[in-house]
């Protein structure tokens, strides 16, 4: 009863004002898998290249993340980013993508990924994503994530495989971009009567919100003083909240609350150093203790107003 992932397998090269790293593990299905690994035992559909050395595979190991459905072209080349962020660390600035494997892949299911109880579509071309969400016939849960690109390339493919799915995870821009809506609100009434039962938007600094049809939850971004490098915050998050969903038995309205609240826990982790190096290194410990301030810097108690003395001047 596993958590499948399809997405990217890639080396960033990242730039933000407080660094520069020339090559790093990376990927949507890079970041999602180890962090959703803290909460589930995790399944990887992609494709690397030769490339992709012993210690890069030894990450995923690490963290139990079955890779036997992760594809190597021994000749080819793995996927590379090259990103940049200003000072604004919630607009990523795409300076290059190189598909390399990625050109070619067809996602292959072996019988045990198609067994998934629960599947991430990670940000790759949505063609794909509809390949693998098709395999994964009893899935209980499919989530999708996807980018400014494939909404402006391939929308028509992107509508479809939205379509086929339970819950979008993304940014604020992406559900502007993608409904032509500038109202928040709005545009996540529009995305849920195209067929998802939830979304989630991610608001980088300022936190993240669940819409389903009947309501509506918000939570903050966990307060940090110093972020260092945003990439794969999103997808960090999705494993968060996916891979605490994949632990819990009933998949319902408070279940997915809890899920946001691990999600933005392992979010704000992520960003702390370059790529995965911060999550790669967490403790249940300290995924606990986030959670915990969480709940206190949500929390307020309802007490009745009454203005018993009329207001005076
Ligand atoms: P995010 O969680 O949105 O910050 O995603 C960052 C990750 O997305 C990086 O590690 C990149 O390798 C990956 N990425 C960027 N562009 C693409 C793309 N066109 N297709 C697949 N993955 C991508």
């Known amino acids: 009863m596993a958590l499948l992932v399809v997405g990217s397998v890639a080396f960033d090269a990242v730039e933000t004002p407080f660094g520069k790293c020339e090559k790093m593990l990376g990927g949507s299905a890079a970041h999602f898998s180890i962090s959703a690994s803290f909460f589930t035992h995790v399944q990887i559909v992609g494709v690397v290249g030769g490339d992709f050395a012993a210690e890069d595979k030894q990450i995923l190991d690490a963290h139990d993340i079955d890779t036997s459905d992760l594809e190597c072209v021994p000749d080819g080349k793995t996927f590379r980013w090259y990103g940049r962020y200003d000072y604004d660390l919630n607009v990523a600035h795409t300076l290059n993508t190189e598909l390399n494997v990625f050109a070619e892949f067809k996602p292959k299911l072996s019988e045990k990924s198609k067994s998934a109880r629960l599947v991430f579509l990670g940000n790759i071309q949505p063609d794909l994503q509809r390949e693998v969400r098709e395999q994964v016939t009893g899935a209980e849960l499919v989530a999708l994530d996807t980018m400014n690109l494939w909404i402006e390339n391939t929308r028509e493919s992107l509508l479809r495989t939205i379509k086929g799915v339970d819950v979008v995870i993304i940014n604020d821009a992406e559900a502007r971009q993608l409904t032509g809506v500038p109202n928040l609100i709005k545009a996540a009434r ?76 392992m979010a704000s982790f992520n960003v702390e150093e370059f790529g995965t190096a911060r999550v790669q290194r967490l403790t249940h410990a300290e995924i606990n203790e986030r959670f915990r301030a969480f709940k206190q810097m949500t929390h307020f108690e309802e007490i009745p107003f009454e203005r018993a003395v009329p207001a005076t001047k």
Do not use: H, N
């Open 190 to 265: 529009e995305i849920l009567s195209w067929g998802p039962k939830a979304l989630i938007v991610k608001r980088g600094e300022y936190g993240a919100a669940l819409f389903t049809k009947k309501s509506y939850f918000a939570i903050p971004a966990y307060p940090l003083e110093s972020v260092f490098d945003p990439t794969g915050a999103g997808d960090t998050f999705a494993g968060g909240f996916m891979g605490y969903l994949s632990s819990q038995q009933t998949l319902d309205d408070a279940a997915m609350r809890r899920a946001m609240i691990f999600g933005s826990v």
